[in-house]
């Protein structure tokens, strides 16, 4: 079992490096400058998690772990396909490994996986010493647990659910293909509707005073930054066939044009969510949105090129045009 | 003898049923899957092989169930699937390295013998995605018959083979079906005719969900 296990092991972790490791790498990348970006906190936002998990190690609470295990669950769910070894999974059910070798290799993954996780907990650890451990190591088993529980779980298919949907043509292919990773996908556009969501609560605790508007510009100037993310998926989607379309009497624009519309139309969701409410609560700025519907549009057509030909520089492209139009978008508005 | 029996098997994915109340009982001998396009041939093989679980139905490999006994089954069956699974990064010997430990299985002069009769030797430390499809083919079928498997399942095998790997592979299944069922599913008539395998009367009703 410990020869199999030291020959699977480094291609399950080597596998969830190539194909997870960007995940990680943003995570810590996200931790980092965010630290930065909070002047003199990078220490409290390292140990403020720490703390947290040094109390609920020491006086556990259903709720607090149940939050802690949501999250946990949460954390993985998009990550399942790589954790449980890609493509090759499927091949490795055919080989004779016992169910606690699968198990085990799994948990190695998922350590790693969880590896600002683990980094939170030895915080705990020299946060609340000896007292603490066995209570951690609780935390991190229930963790283990509840993450194994996660990937190997029955999920409802949400690829047949959007087969089913009466979707026009010209969007059909490219809808089917975010749903292809429907928890990435779905997850990245949640964020996108809270952002709309967000904007149209902090306007209505402004009382739509002079701040509202501008508030939401910023909302649908980072929706739309966050939207222009799916130029880069579609690609990577049309990817694979781009050469066989190269050769049938087909536009290269055509592609172009799909995902142009594709990405409009998710953008039009949040920008309706914004615009209804600023019409219910305050008429007078329905103006301001109807001119915002074309600049809207604008940006997020502009934000293709960034995202596509900015190389690593693209999101931070992306997101220097998006506060430049948030930026123009304000002062035209407030002139 | 009996090496593989099947009762009642069924496939569907997103609930619609592939085909449905398959039986089969066979001896050792080299069989032949043909047919159409999405008549589930390749379904079939990754059900018997353990790669997909089955909507319905049992499967044993020498005696060994394939859900209550699975790592008996597992130990005497060889499955060589269409497309690579392994790892981009991969080479065909940490392939061949993790095959042979999970089979428990030391050096095996057939497997060295494909290997030879493949010409893999130069390609062993090659990355999978830096070889051709015929080699990582021919890698898949070495694997295939590490641990003297009693069932050895091949979807389409001929696939990307230049000649003398063909002439290789027909040779050796011919002399491994007196021991062993060697099921493949193959659109390659000629092949199939070279390995003498008989083509099983297997109409797989295209069920309606």
Sequence with gaps: MLKLYLAAAPLRLRHYAEAGGRTMLRQWQGMLIFGLLVVGQATTILMLPAAVLTGLAEAPTGAGIAVLLIAAMLYVLPQRTAIRGGEMSGYAETLPISLPLRLMLDATVLLLVDALFLLELMLAGAIGGVAALPGLVGLLLLVLAAQLAMLHAPLPNPRRTVRMLPLPALLRTNVQALAERPVTNGGRYLVVLGVAAAGAGIATAFHFDGRALPVAIGALALSGFVLADFYRLLRETHAPIRAFLATLPVSPRTLVLRDLLTVLCLGVVPYLMLAVWFGAFDPGSLAAFVLLAFAYAGLLAALRLPMLRGGHLGAMLAALIAAGWAGSAIAMVLK | ?209
Aim: hydrophobic share 50%; glycine share 10%.
């Design chain 2, 1 to 209: 003898m009996t090496l593989l029996i099947v009762r009642d098997l069924a496939a569907a994915y997103d609930g619609r049923t592939v085909f449905s109340d398959i039986d089969l009982d066979l001896d050792p001998g080299a069989y032949a899957l043909t047919g159409g396009n999405g008549t589930g041939k390749s379904t079939l093989l990754r059900l018997l092989g353990g790669a997909q679980r089955p909507a319905a139905g049992t499967v044993s490999i020498d005696g060994h169930d394939l859900v209550r006994d699975p790592i008996e089954a597992r130990l005497r069956l060889g499955y060589v699937p269409d497309e690579s699974p392994a790892y981009p990064f991969m080479s065909g010997a940490e392939l061949l390295h993790l095959v042979q430990t999970a089979k428990r299985a030391g050096d095996d002069p057939v497997v060295e013998r494909l290997i030879a009769d493949f010409s893999l030797a130069p390609q062993l430390g090659a990355r999978f995605d830096a070889i051709s499809l015929g080699t990582q083919k021919k890698l898949l079928l070495a694997a295939g018959w590490i641990g003297h498997p009693r069932v050895i399942l091949l979807d389409e095998p001929s696939n990307a083979l230049d000649a003398a790997a063909r002439a290789a592979l027909v040779a050796r299944i011919r002399a491994d079906a007196a021991g062993a069922v060697i099921l493949l599913a193959s659109h390659d008539a000629e092949f199939v005719a070279d390995t003498g395998a008989t083509i099983l009367p297997l109409e797989i009703p295209a069920a309606a969900a």
